[in-house]
């Protein structure tokens, strides 16, 4: 990889690690719904900002008969379904074992390329599946595995949700042929949208305290939106791209770190053997794409 796609995905790992205490933190200000609707809104403003600087309408962009539909889709599941089940998840679960439980949907893809792109199942995705699902019970359970109490199944239920969801999102977002900043844009407005009337009718739009705000901004800037243009760039520039994307497996990892060094939570030996074994699932699945490409 050159240096320049290097330093990309470095810096999009580390970002992407910051933001399940991000999370956390912002979650003590306000609520998981308005959390979704202010950050959400600032990943929109990022992506209109692309298409105008590529010289592209906005309107035609969002509005077109072609593709309208595809952003109303893509929006009602990616952020609003999403972003909102997930940042419940967190609302309830300790950050060590939402953002493990969420990073299971590298295997729910696999799951729905099968099902929905007509994959061919194979020995590796069946390891992996077991793989994560040993890693699920594990953090569920907090390493009690034999008596299968579970210490919030709601909580546990929402992260795993969340995956599916965002499974779901790839697999649609994958037929749509247009550029990803476009797609993107199209699914940040509407799901702003779509956030704007669940507060509008279910919540409200008031918090407690404005830093709790620059919060939701940072996760609209690095989980949302700048983030994922660094990650592309660096595939971009990679010769490898199925190398330079087991980068991204370093973030779950860094990402404790953060929770244990800044929130202050006690890692648990569950929670990070739950994580290395969706990891370890997740890697055997792509083990011959790293190796083919």
Same mark, same amino acid.
């Given at each position: ?14 970002? @992407? ?5 991000? &999370? ?12 979704? #609707? ?37 929006? $009602? ?16 679960l300790p950050a ?8 299971? @949907? ?9 099902? #929905? ?28 595995? $034999? ?7 709601? =909580?546990?239920?929402?992260?795993l949700g969340s ?15 247009r550029k990803e900043?476009?797609?993107?844009? =199209?699914? &940040? &407005? ?5 956030? &704007? ?32 243009? $660094? @990650?592309?760039?660096? $595939? ?16 779950? #990892? ?40």
């Amino acid at each position: 990889m050159k240096k320049s796609g290097l330093k990309y995905a470095l810096s999009a790992v580390f970002l @992407w690690s910051t933001v399940a205490t991000a &999370f956390k933190l912002t979650l003590r200000g306000m609520d998981y719904a308005q959390l979704l #609707f202010y950050s959400s809104l600032t990943s929109a403003i990022i992506f209109a900002s692309l298409i105008v600087i590529r010289r592209k309408s906005v309107v035609e962009t969002l509005f077109s008969k072609k593709y309208v539909k595809n952003n109303i889709v893509l929006g $009602l599941l990616n952020p609003f379904l999403y972003y909102l089940v997930l940042f419940k998840a967190y609302s309830l679960l300790p950050a060590q074992e939402a953002q493990p439980l969420n990073y299971t @949907w590298p295997i729910i893809i696999s799951i729905f390329a099968v099902i #929905f792109l007509k994959n061919k199942i194979n020995i590796r995705i069946i390891l992996g599946l077991a793989l994560a699902f040993a890693g699920v019970i594990v953090i569920a359970t907090r390493g009690n595995i $034999l008596s299968l109490h579970f210490h919030n199944l709601l =909580g546990v239920s929402l992260a795993l949700g969340s995956s599916l969801l965002w499974g779901l999102f790839w697999t649609f977002n994958l037929l749509d042929s247009r550029k990803e900043d476009e797609k993107l844009f =199209g699914s &940040f &407005f509407f799901g702003t949208i779509y956030t &704007f009337i669940y507060l509008a009718i279910f919540g409200s739009f008031t918090i407690t305290s404005y830093k709790y705000l620059f919060g939701a901004v940072y996760i609209g800037f690095f989980e949302m939106g700048i983030t994922f243009i $660094l @990650w592309l760039n660096a $595939l971009r520039l990679s010769d490898n791209k199925a190398r330079t994307a087991t980068l991204a497996y370093l973030s779950p #990892f860094i990402s404790l770190l953060f929770i244990w060094l800044i929130l202050g939570e006690k890692l648990l030996l569950s929670s990070i053997t739950g994580l290395i074994l969706i990891v370890s699932g997740i890697i055997i699945q792509r083990l011959n794409d790293s190796i083919r490409n």
